[in-house]
């Protein structure tokens, strides 16, 4: 098989999908599409999407119950596709400065860090032995 054979018959393959209409989605998809705007007045409301979940999948059977990262998903897309803004804005960035820049003849030297003096551990093997009183030997005995 040449390569141009290859590339008319990938052409043909699309020529006959743009003749087929397209799929859209999930049903799931479908119903947050349609949902987009009582959904933002709930949150404008003051309801979190975990409430709206919840009251969504009351409603809704066992096997069809919607997962709040899926449904989060959904609304970010249907909302992107409708022009509206984002649930939730994105936070501003903190402003970055950039560290000044200086010369290194003006930066002083950091002073080196010196150990700090401990006592020889054979000076400290080396005390004085304690002396017993004589009261402290008859409690011995």
């Known amino acids: 098989m040449s390569k141009s054979t290859d590339i008319t018959r ?6 006959h999908l743009k003749t087929q ?10 119903l947050v599409r349609e949902l987009v705007e ?11 999407l975990t409430d709206i979940v919840a009251a ?3 409603n809704r059977d066992a096997d069809q119950q919607i997962n709040l990262q899926t449904f989060r998903n959904y609304l970010q897309k249907a909302r992107a596709e409708q022009g509206l803004a984002p649930a939730q804005p994105k936070r501003a960035q903190g402003v970055q400065t950039s560290p000044a820049k200086t010369s290194s003849k003006f930066l002083r030297a950091e ?16 005390t ?14």
């Open 111 to 126: 002073p080196k860090a010196q150990p700090q003096s401990r006592p020889d551990a054979q000076e400290a093997c080396q």
């Open 56 to 58: 969504l999948n009351a």
């Open 21 to 30: 209409p397209p799929k859209r989605g999930s049903p799931l998809m479908d």
């Open 38 to 48: 009582d959904i933002r007045t709930m949150m404008l409301e003051g309801h979190t």
């Open 128 to 141: 004085q032995p304690v002396k017993k009183s004589p009261c402290d030997m008859k409690g011995a005995i």
């Open 10 to 15: 990938a052409k043909e393959a699309l020529e």
